[in-house]
T-cell receptor, first 114, second 114 residues
């Protein structure tokens, strides 16, 4: 069965500092990997995705993520955080063999301090 | 930009009552999903729907739940007899039929069962 672990429940970062959110997945074949962001009271917005090819993927809002097969990881990064990046971030894994259903991690809440 | 819409945004109901949550997926999409997020917990897959039938469902999706695409545009989730533990945010998602599945999520319906 596919599963996702986000080890960090809560991260606080200063505005302008860099951010890295960790994601580890468990899946036998090549997964489809996603990062979603959820602002308070809002739905889930896709930040970026990885299906194949270049292991460093660029997303919206200045985010990027790197797929590392050897570490079963798909960590999300942003070089310089803005106050508007305060939100909850979810890593998710999907696959064709599971009818594309997504399995989500528990989420990481990001707080940005001035 | 096309988006998934959901109504109502918030539904309050008494335990034992039936509720219907409504979703309008993106018009050319063919796969439809329901997920739920209990407060403070991870987003969980409920059911996927393709070609007018359920293609996969989770163990959460028991006989109290049903889905329907009544008119070619709406996609509904019905809970026949709500329980307190059904209180959650329910997200609808849709995707195109392709090798690379990206699910677009609606803003969610918050269901409160009293």
């Amino acid at each position: 069965a596919q599963s996702v672990t986000q080890p960090d429940i809560h991260i606080t970062v200063s505005e302008g500092a860099s951010l890295e959110l960790r994601c580890n997945y468990s899946y036998g074949a090549t997964p489809y990997l996603f990062w979603y962001v959820q602002s308070p009271g809002q739905g889930l917005q896709l930040l970026l995705k990885y299906f194949s090819g270049d292991t460093l993927v660029q997303g919206i809002k200045g985010f990027e993520a790197e797929f590392k097969r050897s570490q079963s990881s798909f960590n999300l990064r942003k070089p310089s955080v803005h106050w508007s990046d305060a939100a909850e971030y979810f890593c998710a894994v999907g696959s064709r063999s599971n009818d594309y259903k997504l399995s989500f991690g528990a989420g990481t809440t990001v707080t940005v301090r001035a | 930009e096309p988006e998934v819409t959901q109504t109502p945004s918030h539904q309050v109901t008494q335990m034992g009552q039936e509720v219907i949550l409504r979703c309008v997926p993106i018009s050319n999409h063919l796969y439809f999903y329901w997920y739920r997020q209990i407060l403070g917990q991870k987003v969980e897959f409920l059911v996927s729907f393709y070609n007018n039938e359920i293609s996969e469902k989770s163990e959460i999706f028991d006989d109290q739940f049903s889905v329907e695409r009544p008119d070619g545009s709406n996609f509904t989730l019905k809970i026949r007899s709500t329980k307190l533990e059904d209180s959650a945010m329910y997200f609808c998602a849709s995707s195109e039929e392709s090798s690379y599945n990206e699910q677009f999520f609606g803003p969610g319906t918050r269901l409160t069962v009293l």
